[in-house]
């Protein structure tokens, strides 16, 4: 059984229907990511599975457990947390209170953790008085995602991780996926640089129009001559999100 199991999920905004029947898995160990044009979905998609949006139809399971119709903070209760791409910390606090917030579903913040995220992220430690809002984009990012681990997830949801990064700081940034990885979280990601995506992920999906158009390992989607045309030729898959996506 996979850790995550989304089937055929549908949802939107409004009045209008963005996903149309996705599906996606991740298992225990695995890092996926999610590619696809404008408008397909993949954004929506994650904000579905974590309950900042309603699906309207299909299910969602996470360790067994069905969440489909669970808040965010009861999502997170079960094991799962979410950096989202814009607005991912809070400017005016320091660093150290914005990782103290990643852990307000508990009672105490937790040392062991506060110290794990120091370890992995120096550069927190370093700055941990520092408003947040005063740091660097690639900083903010490390930041929002050592935020994300204050709970110790078993699966991280990241929207756009490499987003408006010099590309020095995206490598960091895949670096530190990676790694977070290896320490026992699963990673769902959605991200604008198709092929780093696809080069760091053991298994990717394409979205087109709010629908699975291709599954397959990382590696094999990058040799696929309809991936390579449709979503990795030109500009080499670096899309922005479009509102609804």
């Known amino acids: 059984m996979a850790?995550?199991?989304a089937r055929d999920v549908v949802s939107g905004y409004g009045d209008a229907t963005i996903l149309h029947g996705v599906s996606m898995d991740v298992a225990d160990d695995e890092v996926v990511c999610i590619i696809g044009p404008n408008g397909a979905?993949?954004?929506?998609f994650m904000k579905a599975v974590f309950g900042l949006i309603?699906?309207?139809?299909?299910?969602?399971?996470?360790?067994?457990?069905?969440?489909?119709?669970?808040?965010?903070?009861e999502i997170?209760?079960?094991?799962?947390?979410?950096?989202?791409?814009?607005?991912?910390?809070?400017?005016?606090?320091?660093v150290r209170e914005n990782l103290e917030m990643?852990?307000?579903?508990?009672?105490?913040?937790?040392?062991?953790?506060?110290?794990?995220?120091?370890?992995?992220?120096?550069i927190l430690k370093e700055r941990q008085n520092q408003k947040?809002?005063?740091?660097?984009?690639?900083?903010?990012?490390?930041?929002?995602?050592?935020?994300?681990?204050?709970?110790?997830p078993d699966l991280m949801l990241?929207?756009?991780?490499?987003?408006?990064?010099?590309?020095?700081?995206?490598?960091?940034?895949?670096?530190?996926?990676?790694?977070?990885?290896?320490?026992?979280?699963?990673?769902l990601m959605v991200e604008q640089n198709a092929r780093k995506a696809l080069r760091n992920a053991d298994r990717g999906y394409v979205l087109e129009m709010g629908q699975n158009r291709f599954e397959d390992t990382g590696a094999a989607l990058l040799e696929t001559e309809e991936v390579i045309d449709l979503y990795l030729g030109g500009g080499g898959g670096r899309s922005g999100e479009a509102a609804g996506d």
Do not use: H
């Open 102 to 122: 990643g852990a307000y579903i508990l009672d105490e913040v937790p040392r062991e953790s506060l110290d794990e995220v120091f370890d992995r992220f120096p």
């Open 76 to 94: 997170t209760r079960e094991g799962m947390c979410y950096v989202p791409q814009t607005d991912n910390v809070f400017p005016s606090l320091t």
């Open 54 to 73: 309603d699906c309207w139809d299909g299910s969602v399971v996470f360790d067994g457990a069905d969440i489909t119709d669970l808040r965010p903070d």
């Open 41 to 44: 979905g993949k954004s929506t």
């Open 3 to 5: 850790l995550l199991e």
């Open 158 to 187: 990241v929207d756009e991780p490499s987003a408006g990064l010099a590309p020095d700081l995206v490598d960091e940034v895949f670096e530190k996926i990676g790694e977070i990885n290896e320490s026992g979280t699963a990673i």
């Open 132 to 152: 947040a809002g005063t740091m660097s984009g690639g900083q903010q990012q490390m930041l929002a995602m050592g935020r994300g681990l204050m709970v110790d």
